[in-house]
């Protein structure tokens, strides 16, 4: 079973939970009244660019370390990262949340471009939280659930070093002449032919367009045809024009 998550109530009376929010007011004060236009225009080239590893309890610490992910790009998707922070802290969560569903009504289309895997999916999770509509929170909810499967499988495959591994032509051949089982009651994929992605894209396509959170999940989906994953390997295993899915 997984674990218990703490009440709103156990979470107000956590010391360690005020703690992350030390700092807070002053941190959201800079934040009011935001100018998206010239956000998108004003580059960070202050500070040279450096992934996190995991977030400092101190507020101010955290948003600073935060802001070398952002080296060279537009001061709005720094911006736009503080806001995530905010409300993952739970400082005054309703209207944190407000502004950003504003800032991405106003630049869904510019965040959606400029913003790196990791932050759209975190924007994606912010979204699941604390969104009214249960449409956008389901499109938001699947959105992070494919980028973070896709994760777990190419963590294993780091884990085991199977980046330097080879396909093995008699297991294709066996793809694509039987059924192989893989678990409780699917089976592989037939590697170079398989028509479930094209079919998958499809619907994706079919019930996405309309909705912010489902041009950002086709977003992800698209990346993820680019970038080193097992879709993008898959697609260059493909042979057939007709059940191309990208």
């Known amino acids: 079973?997984?674990?218990?998550?703490?009440?709103?109530?156990?979470?107000?009376?956590?010391?360690?939970?005020?703690?992350?929010?030390?700092?807070?007011?002053?941190?959201?004060?800079?934040?009011?009244?935001?100018?998206?236009?010239?956000?998108?225009?004003?580059?960070?080239?202050?500070?040279?660019?450096?992934?996190?590893?995991?977030?400092?309890?101190?507020?101010?610490?955290?948003?600073?370390?935060?802001?070398?992910?952002?080296?060279?790009?537009?001061?709005?998707?720094?911006?736009?990262?503080?806001?995530?922070?905010?409300?993952?802290?739970?400082?005054?969560?309703?209207?944190?949340?407000?502004?950003?569903?504003?800032?991405?009504?106003?630049?869904?289309?510019f965040l959606r471009q400029q913003l790196n895997t990791r932050w759209l999916i975190s924007a994606a999770d912010t979204f699941a939280d604390h969104a009214t509509d249960p449409t956008t929170r389901a499109l938001a909810l699947a959105a992070s659930l494919l980028v973070n499967t896709i994760k777990l499988q190419e963590t294993e495959r780091y884990l085991q070093a199977a980046e330097h591994l080879s396909d093995q032509a008699d297991r294709q051949q066996q793809l694509q002449t039987e059924r192989v089982a893989l678990f409780d009651g699917t089976s592989a994929f037939a590697v170079g032919t398989d028509d479930t992605l094209r079919n998958l894209r499809w619907r994706l396509d079919a019930m996405s367009t309309a909705q912010p959170m489902g041009q950002l999940l086709v977003e992800l989906f698209e990346r993820l045809q680019t970038h080193d994953t097992v879709y993008q390997r898959f697609r260059q295993r493909h042979t057939r024009a007709k059940t191309a899915w990208w």
């Open 1 to 109: 079973m997984a674990a218990r998550k703490k009440s709103r109530l156990e979470r107000w009376l956590s010391f360690n939970q005020h703690r992350k929010r030390f700092g807070a007011t002053q941190a959201a004060a800079s934040l009011q009244n935001a100018d998206y236009t010239q956000l998108k225009t004003q580059l960070l080239t202050d500070t040279e660019q450096h992934y996190t590893h995991g977030a400092d309890k101190d507020l101010s610490q955290h948003l600073l370390n935060l802001r070398a992910e952002f080296a060279g790009q537009a001061e709005l998707l720094y911006y736009h990262a503080q806001l995530i922070v905010l409300i993952r802290r739970e400082y005054q969560t309703l209207e944190q949340f407000a502004q950003f569903e504003r800032l991405w009504e106003a630049e869904g289309d």
